[in-house]
């Protein structure tokens, strides 16, 4: 599984982005999904996980009511939908597959392919 993020860049506090996690191969519907980012000098932290279907997503409590993840299978690709950007959102951030669970996990553990990552920097 080839995983590629797109859709960072630089943006100003309170506005919007999209990022773009495009997956090569057929099986992408049996794949649960996640967003993770790494800031400088942070650890990689969860952002938002969804299931194979879409029906069943996952938040960090730091993300609640501005992220929104969705997916569309037809196109093999994952979204993270960021509004209300703060500069403490400025990181890099990951797309990954867990392609051995259908439910969102926020346990790293589970994901088995990682996408390159995508910089978002957030001016105040």
């Known amino acids: 599984v080839q995983l590629q993020a797109s859709g960072g860049g630089l943006e100003q506090a309170g506005g919007s982005l999209r990022l773009s996690c495009a997956a090569s191969?057929?099986?992408?519907?049996?794949?649960?999904m996640g967003w993770f980012r790494r800031a400088p000098g942070k650890e990689r932290e969860v952002v938002a996980a969804?299931?194979?279907?879409?029906?069943?997503?996952y938040y960090a409590d730091s993300v609640k009511g501005r992220f929104t993840i969705s997916r569309d299978n037809a196109k093999n690709t994952v979204y993270l939908r960021m509004n209300s950007l703060k500069p403490e959102d400025t990181a890099v951030y990951y797309c990954?597959?867990?392609?051995?669970?259908?439910?969102?996990?926020?346990?790293?553990?589970?994901?088995?392919?990682w996408g390159q990552g995508t910089q978002v920097t957030v001016s105040s």
């Open positions: 191969g057929r099986a992408f519907s049996r794949y649960a």
């Open positions: 969804i299931s194979t279907s879409g029906g069943g997503t």
């Open positions: 990954a597959a867990n392609t051995g669970t259908n439910y969102p996990s926020s346990d790293t553990r589970h994901y088995d392919y």
